[in-house]
């Protein structure tokens, strides 16, 4: 059989093409270096694989406490992106003039929840803290994490800061307290929901689930910083956090918008 001239002819060409292209993304595909609060870290993961699926860019993670983040973007950290776990701090850095103006929005409204990895120790309404069956009681730093400084608007609400201020064990990140409580050493602890929910659920132990009116609202902004002006992949990722994909990780770990 005499060979398909018009098959050998067009199929060469297809290689190149893809080549082409691949070697286009690869050129274009940027890093965006992005500074996120410890409450956010299981949905932000999520997000920054399919982030880097969807665009090509990376999202390089760093997890920590929002007024270390403060410090550090002050002395000069070069984080493009910064996902604080409240709304003041990136005005602030935005008066000072460390932002690129006009880049922040709310990314999320996070909730408090008091939490024991042991089953059945904290009642759905949070009688526990009453009855002060424990002997150490975990939140994040208040100056340095706004969740910590919910978790004391909370408790003074109730009428029991000073009562329960001995048993305090301080974390500076909402990551480092859920420690606390996730290892035992300390039988309870308000920590993020985020943290102990998946789909939904709570993952393990017994939580109660602090009403949104007994603190200030926890919202979360994003802002653009004065390192990532420029930077493509810090636009990207900014606009993909805004896309229905990504809000719709943000709800199945407890936060509302």
Not at 57 to 77: C, R
């Amino acid at each position: 059989m005499a060979p398909c001239f018009h098959q050998l002819t067009h199929r060469p060409k297809i290689l190149p093409a893809l080549l082409a292209l691949a070697l286009s993304t690869t050129l274009h595909a940027e890093t965006v270096l992005v500074a996120v609060a410890a409450n956010f870290t299981a949905p932000m993961n999520a997000i920054a694989a399919d982030f880097e699926k969807e665009t090509g860019h990376k999202a390089q993670l760093s997890f920590g406490a929002t007024g270390k983040f403060y410090a550090q973007i002050k002395s000069g950290a070069p984080f493009d992106v910064f996902l604080s776990a409240d709304d003041e701090t990136p005005r602030k850095l935005e008066q000072e003039g460390d932002t690129v103006p006009g880049t922040a929005f709310t990314y999320a409204t996070g909730r408090l929840v008091l939490w024991s990895a042991r089953p059945g120790f904290v009642d759905a309404q949070g009688q526990v803290l009453k009855g002060g069956s424990f002997n150490k009681l975990a939140l994040a730093a208040p100056k340095l994490a706004p969740y910590g400084a919910a978790a004391m608007e909370t408790l003074t609400r109730l009428g029991l800061q000073d009562t329960l201020s001995a048993k305090f064990v301080q974390g500076e990140s909402i990551g480092q307290t859920f420690s606390f409580v996730s290892t035992g050493n300390a039988e309870l602890g308000f920590v993020a929901l985020s943290q102990v929910m998946e789909l939904g659920q709570i993952k393990s132990g017994s939580a109660w689930v602090v009403p949104a009116e007994m603190h200030n609202p926890l919202r979360q902004d994003a802002v653009v910083l004065a390192h990532g002006k420029g930077n493509p992949a810090a636009i990207a990722l900014m606009s993909f956090l805004k896309t229905e994909k990504a809000r719709t990780v943000i709800r199945t770990f407890g936060y509302v918008f």
